[in-house]
């Protein structure tokens, strides 16, 4: 799909904030939230057309939060690794079927409510290769199909993936 110039240079000044803020740790955070692998070497989670929009905290259910984004698509477009590392699979009741995706620097990335896994577990994967397909299990059956996407960075709490999702889409839309 051809992109024009001003939709390339919009997109690269997103990529080019959620970069800075993200290794500067934000304002106030003293840490950075963005996992230690290059900019460069991330992928969008999903392939081909999608949407998300940002709904890290809100609330989500009784006593609880949403801890990631949910990626709009239709059923069956294949999920990938947004980068290189080991993946685990498991099948829980609100997740369904799961990949947790495990970077080197303790950096974590989940997935949830996939149609059907690609990988099998302790796989070792590239950044790119498809993990699973967008589905519909666990508790996403009424609000249809769509990959919950979280990120765990450097082995702690969840951080708000969408400056990261942001930055990735346009990484892909410039390339």
Not at 10 to 37: D, E, M, N, R
Request: hydrophobic share 40%; charged share 15%; net charge positive.
């Amino acid at each position: 799909m051809k992109r024009s110039d001003d939709e390339l240079v919009f997109w690269g000044l997103v990529a080019f904030v959620a970069y800075k803020v993200f290794t500067s740790g934000g304002p106030g955070q003293g840490v950075s939230i963005w996992p230690t692998v290059p900019l460069e070497r991330f992928r969008f989670p999903v392939e081909g057309k999608a949407s998300f929009k940002s709904t890290f905290g809100l609330p989500w259910g009784p006593g609880r939060t949403h801890q990631g984004i949910d990626i709009f698509a239709p059923q069956g477009t294949p999920v990938r690794a947004v980068a290189s590392g080991v993946a685990r699979t498991a099948v829980r009741p609100l997740g369904g079927n799961m990949v947790f995706l495990n970077l080197p620097d303790r950096t974590s990335f989940y997935y949830s409510h996939l149609d059907r896994f690609a990988v099998s577990d302790g796989a070792k994967v590239k950044a790119g290769d498809v993990l699973g397909y967008v589905g519909t299990t666990g508790n996403a059956v009424k609000a249809g199909p769509h990959l919950h996407f979280e990120m765990h960075p450097q082995g702690g709490a969840a951080a708000d993936p969408f400056p990261f999702l942001s930055a990735a889409a346009a990484a892909e839309l410039a390339s």
